[in-house]
Structure formats: structure tokens, C-alpha cells
């Protein structure tokens, strides 16, 4: 049935972007009396920060309720909705876990939607865009929700359903949330296309969504990211004076907050493919409008704030085509922050414990943490994030500071892209010389 679902993968793709783009070309925005010009935004003002506070305590608060029902019955639920320990390459945890966080993450950011609505100021401007995002983000959380649970949402679906989502977004909204400009002079003489614009914005969002997925992979490491970049997407919104995207922001980051409190460091439950994609998506939808509400921000600035996901992703699909010879879509335990948790690994992590776990691989063999403590894979598992959100900060300050030029944010990104091969080459090295010298 899988095969036969994976074959029908390609075609409807390509019938659900003919139908988008027929929509998109032949029908106005549904939100029709909208004014999305800079001069008619939401102002950011001091009446508004009582009204942030509580919006993102609301968020931060249910997501972390929500998540504590999730962890507290999860021998209820575990047989559906639990992340197997064994027989996967990518795993790198001892004991079966919740990976329906976001669920947590949806409704938290609902509520903070909601309560938004409430406000005056918010009621009162017509280009408050939030309850839009949450139904267009729709078809791509619940795909890859539907892949928490029953395991067989593939990555082709779930990058259909995310360029489903964004051009519901675009037609619920304004056509705002298409990309016509990139600053770079042949790209945007083919982006003054409208049908190529709408195809690069559409795979753009899709691309950048599984990015932030493919991340996911240890304690707290999507979810420091995401609150850090978020920040500086807060941080701009201020400075170029756009409430919207503050209050969206804020919530956004409260969600996840709420989450990290059990993600990181116990990691007694994970986001999910479910999550990932959602807040993958409204973060990409939020640069979007971000970029159009002001033009005299760098349409380099989400790049440089997120190039760690993005490059990752690129050069995943690089190692894999051209070095390791196998399908882009097939797992693997390469990527960089899986480097840098075997770096942290000795030959002491190894020895048994009295809370050894001894496991076996779905194939018989045994498994590459056999007799290897909980606690110290716990351990090393937590310190894997930090290093991450280090480079990310720096990176997003960086961005934030040039937000208004693009020449330094494409020095920016030129950098940072360098820094991730150079120290990718560093471990893998390092790793390969420790297991001479073990041997």
C-alpha cells in the first residue's frame, strides 16, 4: 500500500500545483479589503506590551500543560503515539517517547490567536493574519502529525501538504505572502513572473519547513533554535515598527517555551514531525510578511537567520547524492549535530551501569548503544543543543544588526555556511582518528 501510495506521490503533486496556481491566478484573496502597505500597519506602542505579556504567558502556560497531560497518560497513548528507540539510525534515545508535542504547540498558539482577537488593537485592524496562518497551516501539521502516529506520511506528501498550506496562505491572505524579489538581478527578472514567483515561494516554503524538520533531532535543538530565531524576527518586527508580527512572534515563542520545559533536559517528550512542520511553517510565512510589510528590509534576512537548517538540508542532499551514493529521502546519523554527539561519546559511555539498557535492532543485530547508561545517553544528548544555539545567536545578532543590507547578510550567510563545512570536516576527522586509536 505504501509503495503503491508512493507512486501516486509525484502525480498529485504535480495536479495540486496546477490547481494552486489556477486559484492563485483566476481568484482574488478571499480577504479582499485588507491593506497590507506599510504605512497601515499595526504600531508598535507602550499600551501594547501588557497585551504581549499575556499572550505569550497564555501560550507558554497551555503548551505546557498540555504537554504535561501528553507525558503524564503516555502509557495510554505510547503504543501510537511513542517513538521507538530500536531498529532506526537516526535514533538516539534509550526509551520509548510522546513525539506529539505538537499538538501542545497548535492549540497553545491558537489560544494566543484568540486572545489577541480580544484586544482592541487587534480587533480594530483588519490585517491581523494569525487565524489565517493557523487554518492554512492546517493540511501541513495534520500530515505530519498523521506521520507521528501511523508512520507512513512520506517526506513527498509531507512537502505537498506544506505547498498546499502556503499557497492557502497565500489565498486566505494576499498575495503579500509570494516572493517577487530576492535582490539579486536574474532572479528577480524571473520572479517578476507571477507563475514563477508563486512556484519558488511555494517550494521555498516547502523546502525550508522540511529543513527545519530535518534538524530535529536531539533534546531541545529545534526548539532553542526556533525561540532564538523567532526573536530576532520579534526584534526586527519592533524595529521597523509592525505590531503583527510582534504579536505573532511572542506567541510563537511562548508556545514553545512551553514545551522546551519537558523537551529539554529531560526529554520526556518530542515535537514531532507534527511541530516541526508547524512552527517550520508559520516562521517561514512570518518572513514573508515581514519582508512584505517592509521593503526596506534584506529578503537575505530570513536566510541568514536560519542558514543553519537551510545548509544542513543542502548539504545533506549533496553528501548523500554524491558521497555516501543513496536516496535523499533515506535516514541517516550524518548530519552535523549527530557529529558533534559522537564527538562527546568516550570509550567510559560504553561501560555498563547498573541502569544498563540492552537492546536489539529490528534485524537481530545488536544495537550501537548496547550496555550503554540511560542517564549518560540523557546526558550527552542534552549537551548536543547548546552548541547549536550558540552559533545560532551569534548568527541571528549578526542578521538582526544588518537587517537593512544585503551584501552583509550575503557575507553572513557565506560565512556561516563555511564554518558549518569547516567544523563538518573537523569532527568527522577527529571521529575517525579516535576510532584508529580505539581499535
Same mark, same amino acid.
Given at each position: ?35 497590507? %502597505?506599510? $504605512? ?8 501594547? !506590551?501588557?497585551? *504581549?505579556? @499575556?499572550? +505569550?504567558? =497564555?501560550? /507558554? ?119 517577487? %524579489?530576492? $535582490? ?8 517578476? !513572473?507571477?507563475? *514563477?514567483? @508563486?512556484? +519558488?515561494? =511555494?517550494? /521555498? ?134 557529529? *558533534? ?24 543485530t545488536a544495537c550501537q548503544f548496547m550496555n550503554t547508561c540511560p542517564k549518560k545517553m540523557r546526558i550527552r544528548n542534552n549537551r548536543v543543543a547548546p552548541y547549536i544555539w550558540g552559533a545560532t545567536i551569534i548568527n541571528a545578532g549578526l542578521a538582526v544588526i544588518f537587517m537593512h543590507s544585503t551584501i552583509m547578510l550575503m557575507a553572513l550567510c557565506l560565512a556561516s555556511c ?5 567544523s563538518y570536516s573537523l569532527l568527522t576527522t577527529k571521529q575517525m582518528l579516535t576510532k584508529v586509536i580505539i581499535n
Amino acid at each position: 500500500m505504501n509503495k503503491h501510495y508512493n507512486k501516486l506521490s509525484k502525480p498529485l503533486l504535480i495536479a495540486t500545483l496546477v490547481v494552486v496556481i489556477s486559484l492563485f491566478l483566476f481568484c482574488d484573496p478571499l480577504i479582499k479589503d485588507t491593506n497590507s %502597505h506599510p $504605512d497601515n500597519l499595526m504600531s508598535v506602542n507602550a499600551s501594547m !506590551i501588557g497585551n *504581549i505579556i @499575556l499572550v +505569550f504567558m =497564555l501560550a /507558554a502556560i497551555v503548551s505546557f500543560l498540555i504537554c504535561d497531560f501528553i507525558v503524564r497518560y503516555a502509557h495510554l497513548h505510547q503504543h501510537l503515539t511513542a517513538d521507538p528507540f530500536t531498529g532506526k539510525v537516526q535514533a538516539f534515545h534509550l526509551e520509548p517517547t510522546p513525539r506529539i508535542a505538537g499538538v501542545a504547540i497548535f492549540i497553545a498558539a491558537l489560544s494566543g490567536c484568540v486572545l489577541s482577537g480580544l484586544f482592541e488593537e487587534t480587533r480594530l485592524y483588519k490585517n491581523f493574519y494569525f487565524m489565517p496562518l493557523i487554518m492554512a497551516s492546517i493540511p501541513v501539521f495534520f500530515g505530519g502529525l498523521a506521520e507521528d502516529i501511523f508512520k507512513n506520511v512520506g517526506v513527498a506528501q509531507r512537502l505537498l501538504l506544506t505547498m498546499v498550506s502556503a499557497a492557502i496562505a497565500a489565498c486566505l491572505i494576499d498575495k503579500g505572502l509570494i516572493l517577487y %524579489h530576492v $535582490d539579486v538581478v536574474w532572479m528577480d527578472k524571473l520572479l517578476s !513572473i507571477e507563475v *514563477i514567483s @508563486l512556484l +519558488f515561494t =511555494l517550494f /521555498a516554503v516547502g523546502g525550508f519547513t522540511n529543513a527545519i524538520n530535518l534538524i530535529d533531532g536531539y533534546n531541545g535543538l529545534v526548539g532553542g533554535v526556533m525561540v532564538v530565531a523567532l526573536a530576532a524576527i520579534t526584534i526586527a518586527a519592533f524595529l521597523v515598527n509592525d505590531a503583527m508580527i510582534v504579536f505573532i512572534s511572542i506567541i510563537m515563542i511562548g508556545a514553545i517555551l512551553g514545551f522546551l520545559v519537558w523537551n529539554w533536559p529531560r526529554g520526556k517528550i518530542f515535537l514531532g514531525d507534527g511541530g516541526s512542520y508547524f512552527i517550520g511553517f508559520i516562521s517561514a510565512e512570518l518572513c514573508l510578511l515581514l519582508l512584505h510589510h517592509n521593503p526596506t528590509v534584506s529578503p537575505w534576512f530570513p536566510l541568514a537567520i536560519f542558514i543553519y537548517p537551510v545548509f544542513e538540508t543542502l548539504f545533506t542532499m549533496f553528501r548523500r547524492t554524491f558521497i555516501h551514493k543513496t536516496a535523499n529521502t533515506a535516514p541517516d546519523a550524518s548530519h552535523l549535530h549527530q557529529i *558533534i554527539f559522537k564527538s562527546l561519546l568516550n570509550r567510559n559511555q560504553f561501560k555498563p551501569c547498573v541502569h544498563q539498557a540492552i537492546q536489539i535492532n529490528h534485524d537481530g543485530t545488536a544495537c550501537q548503544f548496547m550496555n550503554t547508561c540511560p542517564k549518560k545517553m540523557r546526558i550527552r544528548n542534552n549537551r548536543v543543543a547548546p552548541y547549536i544555539w550558540g552559533a545560532t545567536i551569534i548568527n541571528a545578532g549578526l542578521a538582526v544588526i544588518f537587517m537593512h543590507s544585503t551584501i552583509m547578510l550575503m557575507a553572513l550567510c557565506l560565512a556561516s555556511c563555511s564554518i558549518y563545512v569547516l567544523s563538518y570536516s573537523l569532527l568527522t576527522t577527529k571521529q575517525m582518528l579516535t576510532k584508529v586509536i580505539i581499535n
